[in-house]
């Protein structure tokens, strides 16, 4: 039984990367600074992504519980968050 939860520990651990925003796009820091200084809607993609990767992380890392269907719906809101927010970087 002690194998198992080992392995299982491990199989998270893989798939618990950064997303945050500045690691996905490096090479645009000084522009998602400015922008959410001055840009609201901006400002409001950037904490709700943030708050959506977080959550991501906290159940990936096994800090929270939540069921695959969940966790499948955290990411695809990710992918949609950062879409919108990569709107503003081209």
Known sequence: MYVLVVIEHLCKK??????DI???FPEKKEMI??????NVHF???FDE???NDHAIHRIESGAEIANDDFLTE?????VTLKD???SYLK
């Open 49 to 51: 992504y943030h708050e």
């Open 74 to 78: 955290l990411r695809k809101k990710r």
């Open 22 to 24: 500045l690691h996905e």
């Open 33 to 38: 600074h400015e922008l959410k200084i001055n």
């Open 84 to 86: 919108q927010i990569y």
């Open 43 to 45: 400002r409001k993609l």
């Open 14 to 19: 893989k798939n618990m990367e950064k997303h």
